[in-house]
């Protein structure tokens, strides 16, 4: 399985026994977090993306593909790609993997718009995250 876009991060984390439901697998709101922490902690590398900054990200699309049931307990990687860049946005990509065989469980999009956090509108990606984009 492959994604759109140049890789950009790669994060491990580990499923905890609370991110279970019911039916014995991860819940599939844990997937989303997942993502979330992949991409907080890569704009934070980048210097990007501060509560304090003036401007920053917001998603405005996401989406999953669930391949294979994720159980604890569990070490996985969430890999980031950076695809195709516009004016105020950019796409990005996930893939959740298994730390230790590499299998993927899960195939993860989201749209990110950088906004002004004042005016609460779209304005200008940031230039360090149009070079990392594929296109």
Same mark, same amino acid.
């Given at each position: %399985? ?10 491990? %984390?580990?499923? @905890? #026994?609370?991110? %279970? ?7 599939n709101?844990?997937?989303? @977090?997942?993502?979330?922490?992949? *991409?907080?902690? #890569? ?15 917001? $998603?405005? =699309? ?32 996930h893939? +959740? ?13 989201? =749209? $990110?718009? #950088?906004?002004?956090?004042?005016? @609460? =509108? ?6 360090? +995250? =149009?070079?990392?984009?594929? *296109?």
């Amino acid at each position: %399985m492959s994604v759109p876009g140049n890789p950009v991060s790669s994060l491990s %984390m580990a499923l @905890r #026994w609370g991110d %279970m439901d019911a039916y014995g697998h991860a819940n599939n709101t844990v997937y989303f @977090r997942f993502y979330e922490e992949a *991409r907080i902690v #890569w704009l934070a590398e980048l210097g990007l993306g501060k509560a304090e900054d003036p401007t920053g990200p917001v $998603i405005i =699309k996401t989406s999953a593909t669930f391949l294979k049931e994720l159980t604890h307990p569990a070490s996985v990687v969430v890999e980031t790609y950076a695809d195709k860049a516009g004016t105020t946005s950019l796409d990005t990509y996930h893939l +959740l993997k298994d730390a230790d065989t590499g299998d993927v469980y899960t195939e993860g999009y989201a =749209k $990110i718009v #950088w906004v002004d956090r004042t005016t @609460r =509108k779209s304005t200008p990606l940031p230039d360090t +995250l =149009k070079a990392l984009a594929a *296109r």
